[in-house]
């Protein structure tokens, strides 16, 4: 029965991609079997219940994340599974991993051939911190996979209109980037219908003897019309509304719920800003220009940066028409990410990684684009050179690369345990009765027992980013240096571990990671 549903082709070209994502992602769960939602995702979920429960999330505790109205909109729909929406998180967590290699891998196919994109989708699930931060469930990473199905929709029908603003328009409520995205997308779209209403006209002239037809995208004559089939016509006014109000509805929608729910439109951006001031990130255009390129090799390593060179420069040169939207798309999201740098955002590898895995495609192209040249070409040859020399770099760095992964599955551990811990605690019954505040050694803890607890974010304060200590309530300690080491969220956080426990309080709880002292 399976096999006869298979050889129907539009239940297979469904099926396929769906059994290829769910095997990388046993795969995943079966090699880094303890991600854990991170600090903004915690968040997220918290403030997701907020909503859910009619009060504005509460961005009063120390350092709050940016907020993402797309993950807040999964905390609230998931509020009624209670602990079960980490659950639900993380799953999400590990089939973005799935998606974007499948993705790659497709976008590698469509435009060179399935050798490349597979070896394309290789480099990036080996990639240490798409690993890292996705199995940590970074928003990162569900941007980066709608980003890349826009870009499989438009590759497999160009100029296909709506479907792409619209995986644009939920991307733009994860990440900014995916503004300037749409916005380029509609300007490509506009001016396209420029040559169409152009063309249009020609035609009614009756000119004779041409004939003005838009061809195919891959015969290099005009370009295909956006909306070709669809019910209403590429120039009717109601299409034209439809994809500016989808170009322009995730900033709206994103201003919207600032203003609702901070009292300010630009509270997502303002607030960035001061917390890339705080932790002393890299931005602006100088640290754009100093440490850009860091950031991206940070995800690509160097055989990968050296590759993708290669690979855009060798496929610029000889698979132009192959290229170009890999291209143009690689230049988009490396653009958006200089324009946000420039703009006050920071500046670090996990920004990078949209760039990083449509470059990765190059990567691959280098190493295997010899072979869609004719065997006469002049420079098979020397490609074939240069892709052994790019492979020799590749298993020189391998040892690196183990060390790389076997760091993150080590960090996964280490800090997927503590957490785990603080999470036993909290639903041990320890914190009762429920006396505020409660006081945590640095901001990291926050979200977690703010999820666990049921309680207001603001409700617990950081011990260390405080002048005096607290008279009553409850105190967490690390229970050990090794907790200290893995409990701090950014290098350089304001964060002090020296405190020690204020008088009056006595000890009530403790397990392997933290002690709990309460004074009501």
């Not at 709506?162 to 300037?180: D, N, S």
């Not at 204020?502 to 403790?510: E, I, N, S, T, Y």
Request: with cysteine; proline share 8%; net charge neutral.
């Amino acid at each position: 029965m399976y096999l006869r549903l298979y050889r129907s082709p539009v239940l297979r070209s469904r099926l396929t991609p769906a059994a290829w994502v769910a095997a990388v992602a046993a795969l995943l769960l079966l090699v880094f079997p303890l991600g854990f939602p991170n600090y903004d995702t915690i968040y997220a979920l918290v403030w997701g219940r907020e909503l859910a429960h009619g009060m504005s999330p509460d961005y009063g505790a120390a350092l709050p994340p940016t907020p993402h109205p797309l993950a807040d909109l999964l905390g609230l729909v998931t509020t009624p599974l209670g602990d079960g929406a980490i659950t639900v998180t993380m799953i999400v967590a590990y089939v973005s991993l799935g998606l974007i290699g499948y993705l790659v891998y497709r976008l590698g196919s469509l435009w060179f051939d399935r050798p490349i994109g597979a070896v394309a989708a290789l480099i990036v699930l080996t990639r240490a911190p798409y690993l890292s931060n996705g199995l940590r469930a970074y928003v990162d990473l569900p941007y980066i996979a709608l980003v890349l199905g826009a870009l499989l929709i438009e590759t497999k029908r160009p100029r296909t209109g709506w479907p792409v603003l619209a995986l644009l328009a939920l991307a733009g409520l994860l990440r900014p980037e995916a503004w300037l995205f749409s916005a380029a997308y509609l300007a490509y779209l506009a001016l396209d219908l420029g040559q169409l209403r152009k063309s249009q006209d020609d035609r009614s002239q009756g000119e004779a003897g041409v004939s003005l037809e838009p061809a195919d995208t891959q015969t290099g004559g005009l370009i295909r019309p956006p909306f070709v089939g669809a019910r209403d016509t590429p120039a009717s006014p109601r299409s034209a509304a439809v994809l500016l109000a989808l170009a322009l509805g995730a900033p709206i929608l994103w201003a919207l719920f600032d203003w609702i729910t901070a009292g300010s439109p630009t509270y997502s951006f303002t607030g960035t800003r001061e917390t890339v001031d705080t932790l002393a990130r890299h931005t602006g255009p100088v640290d754009l220009v100093l440490y850009g390129p860091r950031a991206l090799g940070e995800v690509l390593q160097w055989p990968g940066m050296v590759g993708a060179l290669g690979g855009v420069v060798l496929g610029f040169l000889y698979l132009r028409r192959r290229s170009e939207l890999g291209l143009v798309a690689a230049l988009l999201a490396l653009g958006a990410f200089a324009l946000l740098a420039c703009a006050g955002l920071a500046i670090i590898a996990r920004y990078t990684m949209l760039a990083a895995a449509v470059l990765a495609v190059f990567v691959a192209l280098a190493l295997l684009g010899w072979r869609l040249l004719k065997r006469d070409h002049p420079w098979r040859r020397a490609w074939q050179v240069f892709a052994a020399a790019v492979a020799l770099m590749f298993v020189i760095w391998v040892p690196n690369q183990y060390d790389l992964l076997s760091q993150v599955d080590t960090d996964l551990t280490n800090q997927g345990g503590i957490e785990s811990d603080l999470g036993d605690l909290a639903n041990s019954g320890a914190f009762e009765p429920l006396c505020p505040p409660i006081s945590v050694p640095n901001h990291r803890a926050v979200p977690r027992l703010a999820f666990d607890l049921e309680v207001r974010p603001s409700h617990i304060v950081s011990s260390s980013e405080q002048k005096h200590q607290p008279r009553h309530g409850y105190f967490l300690e690390p229970a050990s240096p090794f907790v200290i080491h893995n409990f701090i969220l950014d290098p350089n956080d304001p964060t002090g571990f020296s405190l020690s426990v204020p008088l009056g309080f006595h000890r009530v709880a403790r397990n392997r990671s933290w002690l709990l002292y309460r004074r009501c």
